[in-house]
């Protein structure tokens, strides 16, 4: 399987929705500036071992975290969980990374 980038690898990826644009969802390592907000952000982690988990809000506004994968094809990488707490199953697409943010497919 190729690999994406080491930065990619291994760091908390955070929502940071005032960032959106029509191309995608602006996503920003959790170690960035990221503002505040009444409402919950999802985000993700890629791990070396082709794991992922995505934290997204429950009933109660509180982020819980759901194990899934992720794998690269033609230069896109397509992370999937199953549906838990719930919520529905999700597939996220990364079109772009770089520049230290991540353009996710809407």
Do not use: C
């Not at 982690?45 to 194990?67: H, I, N, T």
């Not at 992370?79 to 697409?93: C, F, I, N």
């Amino acid at each position: 399987m190729p690999r994406p980038p080491e930065p990619l690898l291994g760091t908390r990826w955070v929502h940071v929705f005032e960032e959106d644009t029509a191309a995608g969802e602006v996503y920003r390592p959790d170690s960035a500036q990221i503002p505040l907000s009444r409402r919950p952000r999802r985000a993700l982690e890629l791990g070396a071992d082709g794991g992922a988990r995505v934290w997204s809000a429950d009933a109660g506004d509180k982020p819980q975290a759901v194990d899934g994968h992720w794998r690269e094809s033609d230069g896109v990488i397509t992370v999937s969980v199953p549906a838990a707490h719930g919520g529905t199953a999700l597939q996220l697409r990364v079109l772009k990374h770089g520049g230290g943010h991540l353009l996710i497919e809407r």
